[in-house]
C-alpha cells in the first residue's frame, strides 16, 4: 500500500484559474513538505510543516498556501495559475525535522 | 555561498563501483541526504548522514568531511538497474531548509 498519497496524478489547468493538491502520508512522520521539480532543473524546496505549524517558506508568491487540516495531511492551493506554475510537485515527510524524506509519487500540473 | 554541487554525469560498467561526489556549503550544518530518482518517478530516500566517515549500507555506502563540505555515495557490484540520477541534498542555512543538486545521471554499462 502507498505511504504517501497524493492526489491527482495528473492536473491540467487554465491560467488564472486555481486548484488544490492533496497530499496525505501513513508513516506516523511529524513533518511534512513540499517541493516543486521542473523540466531539467533540480528540485526546489517550497515549504516544511512540523507538527501541523509552517517551518519554512521559501515561495516567494503568495499564490502558493499550504493547507494542514491533519497531522498527516498537507495540502497545497495555488490560486491564480500562471504557465510557469507547470511543474511536477512532490510532497515528502520525515519523522521529524530533519534525517531523509521520503517522496510521494507527485502530482504533474500543466498550465495552459 | 549555499549551493550543492555535483558532476552532471557518471558512467561506470556493471560488476564495478562508482562513486558519486557533492559538495556542499559547511555553514550551518544540519545533516546531507542522499536520494536516488528515476525518469519521471519521485526521488526515493538512501541515506541520511550527520557524522563524519564512512557509513555502509551494503549496496550503498556514504562517506561524509563536514569540515571539507564534501559528500559522496558508493555504489558496488554495480547492477545495469543502478542507472538513474543520485541527487544530494544539503543544509542551506540555520534552519531546515534543503537545497538538492541537480543530480548525476549514472549509466552503467554491461
Known amino acids: 500500500d502507498p505511504k504517501i498519497i497524493q492526489k491527482p496524478k495528473y492536473l491540467v489547468a487554465v491560467t488564472g484559474s486555481e486548484k488544490i493538491l492533496i497530499c496525505e502520508q501513513y508513516l506516523g512522520h511529524n513533518a511534512m513538505y513540499w517541493y516543486r521539480q521542473s523540466a531539467k532543473k533540480p528540485l526546489e524546496f517550497m515549504f516544511s510543516y512540523s507538527y501541523q505549524k509552517l517551518m519554512d517558506n521559501q515561495t516567494a508568491s503568495s499564490r502558493f498556501q499550504p493547507q494542514s487540516s491533519k497531522k498527516n495531511h498537507l495540502d497545497l492551493q495555488i490560486t491564480a495559475l500562471k504557465p510557469d506554475d507547470s511543474a511536477t510537485y512532490f510532497c515528502?515527510?520525515?519523522?521529524?525535522?530533519?534525517?531523509?524524506?521520503?517522496f510521494g509519487p507527485g502530482t504533474r500540473l500543466t498550465v495552459l | 555561498g549555499q549551493g550543492v554541487e555535483q558532476p552532471a554525469k557518471l558512467m561506470s560498467v556493471e560488476g564495478t563501483f562508482a562513486r558519486v561526489n557533492c559538495t556542499y556549503s559547511?555553514?550551518?550544518?544540519?545533516?546531507l541526504s542522499w536520494y536516488q530518482q528515476r525518469e519521471g518517478q519521485a526521488p526515493v530516500f538512501l541515506s541520511y548522514v550527520v557524522l563524519d566517515g564512512l557509513k555502509d549500507s551494503g549496496h550503498f555506502s556514504t562517506f561524509l568531511s563536514r569540515s571539507n563540505g564534501y559528500s559522496y555515495l558508493l555504489l558496488t557490484e554495480l547492477q545495469i538497474k543502478d542507472s538513474a540520477s543520485y541527487l544530494c541534498a544539503g543544509p542551506s542555512g540555520g534552519n531546515y531548509k534543503p537545497t538538492f543538486g541537480k543530480g548525476t545521471s549514472l549509466v552503467v554499462h554491461p
Open positions: 559547511t555553514s550551518g550544518f544540519n545533516g
Open positions: 515528502a515527510s520525515s519523522q521529524e525535522e530533519w534525517g531523509g524524506e521520503y
